[in-house]
């Protein structure tokens, strides 16, 4: 787990959102180009922090913040373990609000202050040490505080549907309903941002009707995934989406099973790129969480890169899950700054979206599955009301 909160204390008027402090640790983690570390936070009372401060430090009396970078005085045998720590974090609840009283602050940006504090300190900081590196300090402190503000007014990510499934669901009976052309209307009257359909070299949902009258009625922005074969090109070229998102196909495969091998396919996905550039077709392109795939489509001209979250919504434990989502927002963030936009889809739902849609750098969530079977309990509307709220949420707790 990269962040680890303990809560000792709490205060009666300022409670304690856990989740929304471990998102906020990690986010600081990754602006600090650490989020392959794990920090432990320790929420204490002026009492506790009293001893802490006598105990290893022979001082009476508490302070707002302690930090123990686990490199400080650890044995050396702990460089052998396949583990990235930087240490604890202890902070008093009782003196960050007497701070922030004094200060003329909100409690809450007291406590991001001195969580920032502590994690410069894990990192090395320290500004009892030279007045330079005291000015150095709070200048990396206020920048920090300033991104953080932007990240939390930053627009959230916006919400495209898939609806393949509901046209899954028609196909199964031969019939014309479900619609997903209706479908697709009332998600964007609930409030998404785009429809997603994907167009399969088998028809097995989605068909050459329900694209071509899509394109007709969608009010947001269209974007069709397919192969990266001649036949979907000739079609996206003469339909002309508002987006391409090229993704890898089998026959066999239920649903999309991995990223596009752009590396591999570097020569053949240039190509379509390129072809669909002369109709002024933005491409997506369809990758695992992996530097080198996401550095290729920059090289050859994509527009956006879509990061495969399977392997993050399938994990069958936490620490996998943990693992999975490092990949996706270090993938994210190398993305981000090579000019790309950032996507991200594939086995999102109504538990796992929050922590993915609290990455500042991704612009757009595509999520079908769970929205349509969702939909059959509450109806399509509130299914995507109830995930935009979600991601709304992400943003807003942090």
Same mark, same amino acid.
């Given at each position: 787990m990269p962040a680890d909160v303990a809560i000792h204390y709490e205060l009666a008027s300022h409670p304690i959102n856990r989740s929304a402090i471990e998102r906020q640790v990690q986010w600081f983690l990754r602006q600090l180009e650490a989020s392959d570390h794990s920090v432990s936070l320790l929420l204490v009372d002026d009492e506790e922090m009293t001893r802490l401060n006598s105990h290893y430090r022979g001082k009476d009396g508490p302070t707002n913040v302690l930090s123990f970078p686990l490199a400080e005085g650890s044995d050396a045998g702990f %460089?052998? =373990?396949? +583990?990235k720590e930087l240490g604890d974090i202890? +902070? %008093?609840?009782d003196t960050a609000l007497r701070e922030a009283i004094e200060l003329g602050q909100k409690f809450s940006f007291r406590l991001s202050w001195l969580i920032a504090h502590g994690l410069l300190h894990l990192l090395g900081y320290d500004h009892e040490r030279s007045e330079d590196e005291a000015i150095q300090m709070y200048e990396l402190e206020q920048e920090l505080l300033q991104r953080l503000e932007h990240h939390r007014r930053h627009p959230m990510p916006h919400l495209a549907i898939n609806v393949d499934h509901v046209a899954t669901i028609r196909q199964a009976r031969g019939t014309t309903e479900p619609d997903p052309v209706t479908a697709a209307a009332i998600c964007e009257l609930a409030g998404a941002s785009g429809i997603v359909v994907h167009l399969r070299e088998d028809r097995r949902h989605m068909q050459d009707r329900d694209i071509? =009258?899509?394109?007709?009625? +969608?009010?947001?922005?269209?974007n069709l995934e397919m192969g990266a074969t001649k036949e979907m090109i000739g079609i996206a070229m003469e339909v002309g989406p508002d987006m391409v998102t090229l993704v890898p196909e089998k026959r066999q495969e239920l649903t999309t099973e991995g990223g596009l091998d752009v590396v591999g396919q570097k020569k053949k996905i240039a190509?379509? +790129?390129e072809q669909l550039?002369?109709?002024n077709i933005p491409v997506s392109l369809f990758v695992d969480p992996d530097l080198d795939q996401i550095a290729t489509s920059k090289d050859i001209g994509a527009t956006f890169v879509e990061i495969h979250t399977g392997r993050y919504a399938d994990a069958v434990t936490e620490a996998i899950r943990d693992q999975e989502f490092l990949l996706i927002a270090e993938s994210a963030q190398e993305a981000?700054?090579?000019? =790309?936009k950032v996507n991200a889809g594939h086995g999102l739902d109504y538990r796992n979206t929050a922590r993915v849609a609290a990455l500042d750098t991704i612009e757009e969530l595509s999520i079908g599955h769970a929205i349509i079977g969702r939909s059959v309990y509450v109806g399509i509307e509130r299914a995507v009301r109830e995930m935009l709220d979600i991601i709304q949420q992400a943003r807003l707790t942090i």
């Open positions: %460089s052998d =373990l396949p +583990i202890v +902070i %008093s609840l071509r =009258l899509l394109r007709q009625t +969608i009010k947001t922005r269209m190509k379509a +790129i550039a002369k109709k981000y700054q090579l000019g =790309l």
